[in-house]
């Protein structure tokens, strides 16, 4: 619904002219139940004089109806528009609404406060710029509240206006407003909200809603309205490298091939090189056809049809991306998962994977947490229930072009399908690939999972042995005799002192049949399989004694993690020489129970 406007009767064309220049803001409302978002977005359009005069008419009868106002309009039925919403006075699907102003346009999502419907929410958040967070002003922050807070800042809404709502039922107290308020700050700062913007309303009585309210003289900031038409939008980076997901080959007749798609981040030109992803194979861009003709160039934001100068295979769901992308191939990501299903989640089970335009298989393990969203600590989870948020590692059945969700949520989300029943049962989002990241950290993590402790624990293994368990790294440019020696005659030394010791090499472990071409990636395999036994033997109270040529510090701090909680010490054979005696001595000093 369009403004009024005094060029609509004097001047048709200048006033359509006028609406394509308009910036275009996408926002939310979202909150508890029963915390006035309908009625909000009903009062908007009502002081914005955004009603046409049959749609005031029938909305004054149906509010005698089935409003919940008396005979007041209840303006909460002009977004409502399910019968059951009505009935019940709730909002359970997204309703959008399209308005503007003299200075912007709007495209408004209202979306549903109750627990069950929080999925209908995240469909709503996963493309607003801003987020419009309703509070009562009578209960303060509700369960609720932190759960959408948390989703839209999951979602990478960074433009959150909490409107503290039905003022007018609690005095327009300033004092209330003030502890809400605060209370808000506490949970945000919390989760990674750093900015807000509070205003008190009334959406009933439109207190702050188009004009300022008289009625709240210590409040100094902007009407809801305002804000919405001066926030600041995103705004393209020039500098970011061009990429877009191929939608659909467009192929009208023999002579033209097409790969069409919106233009995610940066910006393509004519004889721009580009790159297939995941092919990796590379062209250069003939031409840009859009419905307004041809074009030299297009930026973020843009519906286009690229045409490439070589005869290259694209298909749909691939990528194309400019040079120098930070764009990478994976298949196995660690990613925040939002679980949408009555049915829970089944770790290990395979479903369809939805990322951008392309179906995939994959399979998510069980989680590596869940998160409360009233303390927003950590839990073990086995599995992830309806509107539950956890972070869990996903498998994909083929490599894919990613980004991390925080600087490309194109590329960096992806929903979850139930093969049987085609329903979508969750969305996930990229947060580091499991390729990229430290594989130590998570090693750790499912090894504190799954490892049960006895009933023998590490005080009563130091009362036994009269020492604390060591991990012993030997390293150095030195010879494979000299590390040899130095492990035999150390282990017996030690041994002879009565202390429970075992030397393992890490040459052992090297696989001749090896699946990598890479040092580094079999050293990391070796890596993973000396803890395996090390580890053991650390927490068996042992010394456990190793010589890795050549350690890197990056190495070293794997190895701290992997050991951890217990100690390492590193005997580096370049060093000025000691004797093994002296060696030897500093370890049990090191170990001595005391």
Not at 437 to 453: A, I, L
């Amino acid at each position: 619904m369009a403004h009024q406007s005094n060029l609509i009767e004097t001047d048709i064309l200048a006033y359509l002219k006028s609406q394509e220049h308009k910036s275009l803001l996408r926002f939310i409302t979202c909150g508890s139940v029963d915390d006035g978002k309908s009625t909000l977005i009903g009062r908007l359009l009502y002081e914005s004089k955004l009603i046409y005069e049959d749609q005031l008419d029938t909305l004054q009868s149906e509010s005698k109806k089935m409003g919940t106002q008396g005979d007041s309009i209840d303006f909460a039925l002009l977004v409502d528009g399910l019968a059951s919403e009505r009935e019940q006075g709730i909002t359970i699907d997204v309703a959008y609404r399209y308005f503007s102003t003299d200075k912007r346009k709007f495209i408004v999502a209202d979306t549903p406060g109750h627990e069950q419907y929080t999925r209908n929410m995240a469909t709503g958040a996963s493309t607003a710029e801003l987020a419009i967070l309703m509070v009562d002003a009578r209960q303060g922050i509700m369960t609720q509240t932190r759960r959408h807070s948390t989703l839209v800042h999951l979602l990478g809404v960074n433009k959150i206006i909490l409107a503290i709502n039905k003022m007018d039922l609690v005095g327009y107290s300033q004092p209330q407003y003030q502890a809400i308020l605060d209370d808000y700050q506490g949970f945000a700062s919390s989760i990674g909200i750093s900015d807000f913007t509070a205003i008190p309303v009334s959406a009933l009585n439109g207190d702050n809603i188009v004009d300022i309210s008289t009625a709240m003289p210590w409040y100094t900031g902007p009407s809801l309205l305002t804000y919405l038409e001066t926030v600041p939008l995103q705004t393209v980076d020039p500098n970011r490298s061009f990429s877009m997901p191929v939608q659909w080959v467009n192929r009208p007749n023999l002579d033209f091939r097409g790969f069409t798609g919106q233009i995610t981040t940066g910006q393509v030109a004519v004889g721009d090189s580009i790159t297939v992803l995941p092919a990796n194979v590379s062209s250069t861009v003939q031409s840009i056809v859009t419905m307004d003709g041809n074009h030299e160039s297009a930026i973020r934001g843009q519906s286009i049809t690229l045409t490439l100068s070589d005869e290259v295979d694209v298909s749909r769901g691939d990528v194309l991306v400019g040079t120098a992308s930070p764009v990478g191939i994976g298949n196995q990501f660690v990613s925040t998962i939002v679980w949408m299903s009555d049915t829970p989640m089944i770790p290990n089970h395979l479903y369809w994977i939805k990322t951008r335009a392309k179906l995939l298989s994959g399979s998510l393990e069980a989680p590596q947490y869940r998160l409360d969203i009233n303390t927003l600590d950590h839990l073990d989870a086995p599995t992830l229930t309806l509107n539950e948020i956890g972070e869990c590692v996903c498998t994909f059945d083929q490599p894919i072009p990613y980004e991390y969700y925080q600087d490309n949520p194109h590329l960096g989300s992806f929903i979850i399908v139930d093969r049987q029943s085609n329903n979508t049962v969750g969305m996930g989002q990229i947060r580091s690939s499991v390729a990229d990241e430290d594989w130590s950290k998570r090693y750790v993590q499912q090894r504190s999972k799954y490892w049960r402790p006895g009933h023998v624990n590490a005080e009563d293994r130091l009362e036994k042995n009269k020492h604390r368990p060591l991990l012993v790294v030997i390293t150095g440019q030195v010879t494979k005799q000299q590390y040899s020696d130095m492990g035999i005659d150390l282990e017996k030394i030690i041994f002879d002192h009565g202390i429970q010791v075992y030397r393992h090499g890490f040459q052992f472990l090297r696989q001749a049949d090896a699946d990598t071409d890479s040092i580094t990636e079999l050293r990391q395999d070796m890596l993973r399989h000396l803890m395996d036994i090390g580890y053991a033997f650390l927490d068996a109270g042992l010394v456990f004694i190793t010589a890795i040529r050549g350690l890197t510090p990056s190495e070293l701090n794997q190895l701290t993690t992997l050991a951890a909680p217990f100690d390492i010490h590193v005997i580096d054979l370049d060093t000025p020489v000691q004797s093994v005696s002296d060696r030897a001595t500093t370890i049990m000093n090191q170990i001595q129970k005391g």
